[in-house]
């Protein structure tokens, strides 16, 4: 059973910068679809990062410039790194890894960006 875990969330103030983290268990990361999506309260969830098999990666322009999605296959694990937050990127963010035979979600870690 594929597993995705994300860590590094956490209260920050404007400006600052964030690294989270998603540990993928139950099978290996090779050359897979994976994003970072987030929601807010009341709204949808919404695509934030995302990377293709081939490593091309694409933004939502609200991040685009300032959040960057990586993976490492022999850790198994993707990130996604944030800089100059903003209290608009104030939402729980998951992870998701596309295999051939499933999509696999995490369970979110909170991120809230306030003075």
């Known amino acids: 059973q594929v597993q995705l875990v994300e860590s590094g969330g956490g209260l920050v103030q404007p400006g600052e910068s964030l690294r989270l983290s998603c540990a993928v268990s139950g099978s290996i990361l090779t050359r897979n679809a994976m994003g970072w999506y987030r929601q807010s309260p009341g709204k949808q969830r919404e695509l934030v990062a995302a990377m293709t098999p081939g490593g091309s990666t694409n933004y939502a322009d609200s991040v685009q410039g300032r959040f960057t999605i990586s993976k490492d296959s022999a850790r198994n694990m993707v990130y996604l790194q944030m800089n100059t937050l903003k209290p608009e990127d104030t939402a729980v963010y998951y992870c998701?890894?596309?295999?051939?035979?499933?999509?696999?979600w995490g369970q979110g870690t909170q991120v809230t960006v306030s003075s």
């Open positions: 998701n890894v596309h295999y051939a035979f499933g999509t696999f």
